[in-house]
């Protein structure tokens, strides 16, 4: 057998076993299929190209949708994954690791070439590609969803400068999303990534945590549970009050810097590393981010202050500061628990992508009475989400009686 023939048999398996413990997308799927709402549609989307999204991809696809398939980062392909969901599975996916920028903006605009009717993003740099370099195709999108936080920061911003021209559910913002995904999700995967990349020990270090938000909630909560002494850094007082409370030390970075022995980022925003930090920096620290663009951690000034760094493993850069000390870089900055690291459990996936395909067919149902502004999942498709993978776990739940629903819909009966 050749090694591309190992490598179909390789994407097809992870494809294979995601489909096997994604019920609940399963069951949505095979609604789709029956009542095909998304039949001709095309949608394009940019998102992680592993084999949870692979399943996403498939799903809709098999419920009649004309689907193309791009990576929302260089890193985070899976290729054995890609390569079957071209061959076997028939789906355009336009994707490979270790991407550089003109081909990953490359095949970003690969997927636009089928002027995609929706688009699912993780990012939002399909969005803002169309936006500002295909506004050509502008007047063919009826709508799209964001998958993640920083995305759907980006989004609202556009939103409320008026640059918006479709509407855009906020996948992120559901339940059935942000309180598993990027809570038990990120926090686990993250440690997946690092493990992989580094074979070190977290048990006993003293681990900061960038960002509390529930991300950085998550991963705090796994490094407590290897072992881990976690300090959180925070910019927003609730926040790190919520960090203190959980029990967690709370300082500036440029203090934690001083100490930290591992690093780990989340916050969406940049430079949350610098030239401050690093002047200070730990001799050893392996610094990481499991937020989604590479500028959490300030390339740029490790460069300028270090100079080039030595690759030592795989996913592991080493950083010589001028006085010798020395940090390590997973993942080139970019997003350590899919670059190194297979991204989140299959189960975990399995919500958020019944979100994703949920919210495609509202907008498919609905696109013509929505504006061009960043919505909110409606409630009823987050609880029926929830509801089916209660079943798929053999858990039930009570039900309001129908005085209780009186009761709690009334403002005069107190007792």
Not at 336 to 358: K, Y
Not at 364 to 373: A, F, G, I, T, Y
Request: glycine share 8%.
């Amino acid at each position: 057998m050749s090694m591309s023939e190992d490598l179909l048999v390789k994407g097809v398996r992870r494809l294979e076993w995601a489909e096997s413990h994604m019920p609940v997308l399963a069951e949505i799927g095979r609604r789709l299929v029956e009542e095909k709402v998304l039949k001709g549609v095309r949608i394009g989307m940019a998102l992680h190209v592993e084999a949870k999204t692979g399943m996403l991809a498939v799903t809709l696809a098999r419920a009649g949708a004309k689907v193309r398939l791009a990576s929302c980062n260089p890193l985070s392909t899976d290729d054995s994954v890609a390569l079957a969901l071209n061959k076997k599975y028939g789906i355009k996916t336009y994707a490979k690791k270790w991407e550089s920028t003109e081909e990953y903006y490359g095949n970003l605009n690969a997927v636009l070439d089928m002027s995609p009717d929706y688009v699912i993003d993780d990012g939002a740099d399909l969005i803002t590609i169309l936006h500002t370099e295909r506004t050509d195709l502008l007047k063919g999108v009826k709508g799209g969803n964001e998958e993640t936080t920083t995305g759907v920061i980006r989004l609202r911003s556009m939103a409320k400068e008026g640059k918006l021209k479709f509407p855009v559910i906020s996948v992120n913002d559901a339940h059935m999303k942000y309180l598993f995904d990027n809570r038990y999700g990120t926090g686990q995967s993250t440690f997946d990534g690092f493990m992989n990349a580094t074979n070190l020990l977290v048990a006993g270090k003293r681990l900061v945590v960038a960002g509390y938000g529930w991300c950085g909630k998550g991963i705090a909560m796994r490094a407590k549970g290897l072992g881990a002494n976690v300090i959180v850094t925070e910019v927003d007082p609730i926040r790190a009050i919520e960090a203190k409370m959980d029990g967690f030390e709370v300082m500036p970075m440029l203090q934690a810097a001083k100490v930290a022995d591992i690093i780990i980022s989340a916050t969406g925003c940049k430079d949350i590393i610098r030239l401050e930090h690093l002047r200070v920096l730990k001799d050893g620290c392996v610094m990481g981010n499991s937020g989604h663009f590479d500028n959490e951690i300030s390339k740029k000034a490790l460069e300028s202050y270090a100079g080039p760094p030595k690759k030592v493993r795989e996913f592991v850069d080493e950083y010589t500061m001028p006085d010798g000390r020395k940090a390590c870089l997973l993942s080139e900055g970019r997003l350590m628990n899919l670059a190194a690291g297979q991204g989140h459990p299959v189960e975990i996936m399995d919500m958020s992508f019944s979100i994703q395909a949920l919210a495609m067919e509202h907008l498919v149902q609905n696109h013509s009475r929505l504006k061009p502004e960043v919505y909110e999942l409606p409630k009823e498709l987050d609880d029926l989400v929830a509801r089916i993978k209660l079943r798929t776990m053999g858990v039930e739940i009570d039900a309001l009686t129908k005085d209780q629903v009186h009761y709690l819909s009334t403002w005069q009966e107190g007792t």
